[in-house]
C-alpha cells in the first residue's frame, strides 16, 4: 500500500431500536449502501447499535444522572 494513499472514514450515529435487531441491520445496511457511494474506506458505527444497551432502560434516571455527574 502506498502510504501517501488517501483513507476516506467516516462515522454514523443512528437511533437504533432495543432488541430489533432487523430494524438496526435494516439502517445499518442503508448507512453502508450511502458510504459505498461516497467512497468510504472505514465506516464506524456505535457500540451495542445492532441490539442496543438492554440493561440502561432498568436503572432509574437518578441513577443514570448520578453517573453523568460523577464522569462529566
Given at each position: 500500500?502506498?502510504?501517501?494513499t488517501?483513507?476516506?472514514?467516516?462515522?454514523?450515529?443512528?437511533?437504533?431500536?432495543?432488541?430489533?435487531?432487523d430494524?438496526?441491520?435494516?439502517?445499518?445496511?442503508?448507512?453502508?449502501?450511502?458510504?459505498?457511494?461516497?467512497?468510504?474506506?472505514l465506516?464506524?458505527?456505535?457500540?451495542?447499535c445492532?441490539?442496543?444497551y438492554?440493561?440502561?432502560?432498568?436503572?432509574?434516571?437518578?441513577?443514570?444522572?448520578?453517573?453523568?455527574?460523577?464522569?462529566?
Amino acid at each position: 500500500m502506498n502510504p501517501l494513499t488517501t483513507l476516506r472514514v467516516a462515522s454514523v450515529q443512528l437511533q437504533h431500536k432495543a432488541n430489533d435487531k432487523d430494524y438496526n441491520l435494516a439502517k445499518i445496511h442503508q448507512f453502508i449502501e450511502m458510504a459505498a457511494s461516497e467512497k468510504v474506506n472505514l465506516l464506524v458505527f456505535p457500540e451495542m447499535c445492532i441490539t442496543g444497551y438492554w440493561h440502561v432502560p432498568k436503572l432509574p434516571a437518578q441513577q443514570v444522572y448520578a453517573l453523568s455527574e460523577k464522569t462529566g
